[in-house]
Nanobody, 117 residues
């Protein structure tokens, strides 16, 4: 079992930056690929970024602006978000899946990111 807790959300002006963190419980954090997803009001949850032994992957909408990283010693995954746009406003969720699998099995409760114009 892995528990995920996101933090770092908030209100920021367009063009600004935020860094989200996701702290994971458990001693096998390095065995999991990690991802960030988001859900805007009235929209479905969408993929943002992931990091695994294969490397990093990003949604086209955030490429060049967002960066995912992880610190296995701290059981934490980060999402650095730069050049934020109002359309980035959403609840951001952290998720974990077993390396080599396709389905995310553990999810955090989310952190709100609001970008004002």
């Amino acid at each position: 079992q892995v528990q995920l807790v996101e933090s770092g959300g908030g209100l920021v002006q367009a063009g600004g930056s935020l860094r989200l963190s996701c702290a994971a419980s458990g001693r096998t954090f390095r065995d999991y690929a990690m991802g960030w997803f988001r859900q805007a009001p009235g929209k479905e949850r969408e993929f943002v970024a992931s990091i695994s032994w294969r490397g990093e992957n990003y949604a086209d909408s955030v490429k060049g602006r967002f960066s995912i990283s992880r610190d296995n010693a701290k059981n934490t995954v980060y999402l650095q978000m730069n050049s934020l746009k109002p359309e980035d406003t959403a609840v951001y969720y952290c998720a974990a899946r077993f390396e080599g699998s396709s389905g995310y099995v553990y999810w955090g409760r989310g952190t709100q990111v609001t970008v004002s114009s």
